[in-house]
Nanobody, 115 residues
Framework: QVQLVESGGGLAQPGGSLRLSCAASGIMFNFYNMGWYRQAPGKQRELVAAITRGGNSNYADSVKGRFTISKDNAKNTVYLQMTSLKPEDTAVYYC?????????WGQGTQVTVST
């Protein structure tokens, strides 16, 4: 059974940092492309960052230079290091695993950036 469990969300001040983790089980982790998406109230879910099974990464323009996605295949875990946080980053962040037609999602973790 595929399970993706996010953690690390919470409250941060503008300019602060958070690190999100996504622990995967039930999949051959190294076969998958992994990504972080977010959804703010009243907004569509959007891709924040992704890392392919080959290790290449890409980012939304809004987070480029501030966020870093990484993964540890041995730990079946993908991370999102978020720095220089802005109020606009406030959203529920979801972990995604994709391989071919397979597409799995975590339940999300709330990130709130506010004074």
């Amino acid at each position: 059974q595929v399970q993706l469990v996010e953690s690390g969300g919470g409250l941060a001040q503008p300019g602060g940092s958070l690190r999100l983790s996504c622990a995967a089980s039930g999949i051959m982790f190294n076969f998958y492309n992994m990504g972080w998406y977010r959804q703010a109230p009243g907004k569509q879910r959007e891709l924040v960052a992704a890392i392919t099974r080959g290790g290449n990464s890409n980012y939304a323009d809004s987070v480029k230079g501030r966020f870093t996605i990484s993964k540890d295949n041995a730990k079946n875990t993908v991370y999102l290091q978020m720095t220089s946080l802005k109020p606009e980053d406030t959203a529920v962040y979801y972990c995604n695993a994709q391989w071919g037609t397979l597409n799995s999602w975590g339940q999300g973790t709330q990130v709130t950036v506010s004074t």
